[in-house]
């Protein structure tokens, strides 16, 4: 019904920036926060920023100053701007949509299959 699709991982030496993109398609009436989580090997997945409809934001204490994260409600596009990054916040980020389905009027959250971002010299 809906997909998400992440795109923008890579390798990026330490000090360096990348940008992920997320676009959500399928049975949409609306989406309400969207959302960027990781998961390092051997941890936990953990929330790293999100957004609300209204622009509203949160980051993890870890990513505060470093990452900003965006959305664009009429491509509904989230994205995250990640600078200065480390090899700490080398994982796999996987975005999140908190979604009302077009048709039913359920909501529902989605998952995207998640990116690879690696941070090392």
């Known amino acids: 019904q809906v997909q998400l699709v992440e795109s923008g991982g890579g390798l990026v030496q330490p000090g360096g920036s990348l940008r992920l993109s997320c676009a959500a398609s399928g049975w949409i009436f609306s989406i309400n926060a969207m959302g960027w989580y990781r998961q390092a090997p051997g941890k936990e997945r953990e929330l790293v920023a999100a957004?609300?409809?209204?622009?509203?934001?949160n980051y993890a204490d870890s990513v505060k100053g470093r990452f900003t994260i965006s959305r664009d409600n009429a491509k509904n596009t989230v994205y995250l701007q990640m600078n200065s990054l480390k090899p700490e916040d080398t994982a796999v980020y996987y975005c999140n949509a908190d979604v009302v389905v077009r048709g039913s009027l359920s909501r529902r959250d989605y998952w995207g299959k998640g990116t690879l971002v690696t941070v090392s010299s």
């Open positions: 957004i609300t409809s209204e622009g509203s934001t």
